[in-house]
């Protein structure tokens, strides 16, 4: 998911990322990371989007964050239902300055939804979502801009996790799937999703946008995405193409795009193209979510051989991130190359209640004990959230 997509790099630019995070984890939290949050580094620009992926991680593999992590999420929450990246004083009301997102908002009614208890939260985010909606019936990150795929594609999650209807979610008649529909390319164009058309009105295959689009054009998200049953076919141009005609050919477009070395590749101005690690997790799953787990196989291996690097710099989003690429890719999170994501994850926050066994049988989870002590990451620049062109 996403879907994508990512909220700092969307914050630092106006960011589902981060191909390559120049600082590595320290071993510790820093004294001014606030209590119950994951990771240590500065939660200015993605404090909840990485705490939302973590806790919608978490509830993937049946494992119970402590209470002081649920807590402080809630504790982000603005009165009329929004979400910011971050508000250090929680016990202040939410003033003009403080900039909410539709993207955090999302994610952290997902979040909130999956760990339960919370229903009067989430209804609040879903109600301020759907109060921000654009006439083309999508979402910008910020309320008001115009409609990205990715962050259309993080609110389909939230409606979904809600239990909304999300085609009736409808302004001046269009819904979310008219706007992803509106971001679809034709398969003479690869068949991808563009982020969101440039000043000319042009849009441009983009291979994050295209990861997000997928899991929102099948209407689900981060809680609720499952691997599909139906293979992933050649781009197929439909006169009326539906949401599952979108999904189906941008799910084309992805399993080309990672067929030849096996993961999505980061074009950053100025530096020489890289792997894009955050992507790749994106890409499996959107690749499942409308194949099946055989589709996302090749990415999903690529990803147990090469990430466990890139997951100790980046922190505990890339670690969730991890977690919901293996979870659905059929892969053991508790044994992904070698690496027990979970584990990992876990190390960066408070220790979770309970763990328990996993029904599916291709894994065990382990109690938590006390003794793990909240570990550090570096702030995870989210690759969903990222506006540049890939291939």
């Excluded at 981060?222 to 599909?228: E, L, P, Q, R």
């Amino acid at each position: 998911m996403n879907v994508r997509r990512s909220a700092a790099v969307l914050a630092a630019t106006v960011a589902f990322g981060t191909a390559t995070p120049a600082v590595a984890a320290s071993p510790s939290p820093s004294p001014s990371s606030p209590s119950g949050l994951y990771g240590s580094t500065d939660p200015t620009y993605d404090g909840v989007w990485r705490q939302s992926l973590a806790l919608i991680a978490l509830h993937r593999v049946n494992v119970e964050p402590a209470d002081a992590a649920v807590d402080w999420l809630a504790g982000q929450q603005c009165a009329n239902g929004a979400f910011p990246a971050f508000r250090a004083d929680p016990a202040k009301a939410c003033g003009a300055k403080v900039m909410v997102d539709t993207n955090s908002t999302a994610a952290a009614a997902q979040a909130l939804s999956a760990v339960g208890g919370h229903g009067t939260a989430v209804t609040k985010a879903v109600t301020w979502l759907k109060s921000v909606q654009n006439k083309d019936g999508g979402w910008g990150y910020t309320p008001g801009g115009a409609s990205d795929a990715n962050s259309t594609s993080v609110v389909i999650g939230a409606l979904n996790a809600s239990g909304a209807d999300i085609s009736r979610i409808a302004k001046y008649g269009k819904s979310p799937y008219d706007a992803l529909l509106k971001l679809s390319l034709p398969c003479a164009d690869g068949g991808a999703f563009a982020y969101q058309p440039d000043k000319k009105g042009k849009l441009t295959a983009n291979a994050d946008a295209t990861a997000a689009a997928v899991v929102g054009a099948l209407g689900q998200g981060m809680v609720s995405v499952k691997a599909g049953d139906k293979k992933n076919a050649a781009c197929t141009d439909a006169a009326r193409p539906t949401p599952e005609d979108a999904a189906a050919n941008g799910s084309a477009y992805l399993a080309k795009a990672v067929a030849k070395d096996g993961h999505l590749t980061s074009a950053l101005p100025g530096s020489e193209n890289q792997p894009d690690y955050g992507n790749t997790a994106d890409a499996v799953v959107a690749l499942a979510a409308r194949g099946g787990t055989a589709a996302a196989t090749g990415p999903l291996r690529w990803l147990e051989r090469n990430s466990a690097k890139w997951a100790e710099q980046s922190g505990p989003a890339a670690y969730a991130q991890l977690i919901l690429a293996a979870e659905a890719g059929g892969a053991d999170p508790s044994d992904f190359g070698g690496t027990d994501l979970v584990k990992q994850l876990t190390a960066t926050g408070p220790a979770p209640v309970t763990a328990s066994q996993d029904d599916s049988d291709t894994s065990v989870w382990w109690m938590v004990g006390a003794g793990l002590a909240a570990g550090a990451g570096v702030g995870f620049l989210l690759s969903s959230r990222n506006k540049r062109k890939q291939p």
